[in-house]
């Protein structure tokens, strides 16, 4: 008989999971291109519609504040509910169950959400402030905001896709309670975005900053916490 | 070591299975028989601990590690195998891509040639496994990676559902050597129609 063995630590399995993820995402390339041409898309319509000349400059920075978030918004919820769904669907969750420490799963999910979001940020970040004319006044501001709001969306999309993972309509329920969940750190994102568009002391966002920093903190560690009872029932 | 069911059940609205009480000792071989849709393999799946059982319950007991009343199946995954039909691997990865994932996150070192060994012991040659991914194996192929993966760990329970499907007759001794080399690290739990595969087993439940 085999000697008593102990369960896997966290870390190492969080890197095991997260390194699958982006190996069968480079090969498969479903995300990536969800993510990517719809974000993509979205901003070359905005571009064209809006432009940088059709707004006037009062306007500018919350408008281009407000679209800059829509783009990310919408490419997380477009990309990023696939993560657990597609461990159900294919019928793999539980070798993963069997396998893996509850923990170690969703940080190495979780990691592969904001690489994969991330990626998308440093894909359309530049080019919407270059086709939009969006000026900003305070770049470290601006960098930090996006880097607090992009992990807020990645780490409540992938709790939000667990819990409705084994639900029948998932799409729909994803949305339901994706949005409700995601609205508070995107209004304060929007508005943080707008600040670092006009002033550039940074004084003036560090109440946004404090707001994402704490939210992104509760959102995550709920998740820590509830997830072993929502992937193991 | 030793399986101990009590009463276990299982409702999905309306009686799965259940409820049955058995005892299984280290080293032998349980077969769970029935018609289809008598709830072998939620009995199974309830035994591994994917599942919770309605009504009842299954305990694992392992000789000095605990306090005399056991543990739940579910709280120990890194000492169960498990193989079935609805079991799927990764079909992007390779299946020795596949093995070596599945090491890692069970906290295994993966070494070189053990994943390459493991998967030659259940008859795939390297080259059906190291370039191929596993989406593109026959299914026959992909019951043989799923045995592996089952014994990657080498478990204390070894939980097989319906084992010989799709495999050819090669296919059926490796489920035969599978199952002998797991009568000496533990417990091995058959469910299946097939008489081959029940004849694997030394103690019969049969769901009605």
Known sequence: ?233 | MRLVAENLSRSFGRRAFGPVSFSVEAGRVLGVAGENGSGKTTLLKTLAGLIRPSGGRARIFFEGEDAGDGCEPRDVPWRIGWAAPDLALYGELTAEENMIFFERVRGLVPTPGRARALLEGVGLPPDSHSKKPLSSLSTGQRQRVKLAFATLHEPDLLFLDEPGANLDEAGRSIVQKVVAEQRLRGITVIASNDPRDLALADERVTLS
């Open chain 1, 1 to 233: 008989m085999s000697a008593p063995r102990p369960a896997a630590g966290i870390l190492p399995a969080a890197i095991a999971v997260f390194r699958r993820e982006l190996l069968a995402e480079w090969r498969t390339r479903v995300a990536v291109n969800s993510l990517f041409l719809f974000a993509f898309a979205v901003l070359v319509l905005v571009a064209y519609a809006v432009g940088p000349t059709r707004l006037s400059p009062e306007d500018r920075p919350t408008v281009n504040a407000v679209l800059l978030w829509i783009v990310l918004f919408f490419s997380a919820m477009t990309g990023l509910s696939r993560t657990f769904v597609h461990e159900e669907d294919a019928g793999t969750a539980a070798a993963l169950r069997l396998s893996a420490p509850p923990s170690g799963v969703l940080l190495g999910k979780l990691l592969a959400n904001v690489a994969l979001l991330g990626a998308v940020t440093v894909f359309i970040v530049p080019l919407f402030v270059v086709l939009m004319g969006f000026e900003i006044m305070d770049p470290p501001l601006f960098v930090l905001l996006l880097l607090l709001g992009t992990f807020g969306l990645a780490s409540a999309s992938t709790f939000t896709a667990a819990l409705v993972s084994k639900a029948s309509a998932k799409g729909a329920l994803f949305a339901v309670l994706a949005i409700p969940l995601l609205l508070p750190p995107l209004v304060g994102a929007v508005l943080a975005t707008r600040v670092a568009a006009t002033e550039a002391d940074f004084s003036a966002g560090t109440d946004f900053v404090r707001l994402l920093v704490a939210y992104d903190g509760v959102v995550t560690t709920a998740a820590f916490l509830l997830f072993d009872a929502v992937w193991r029932e």
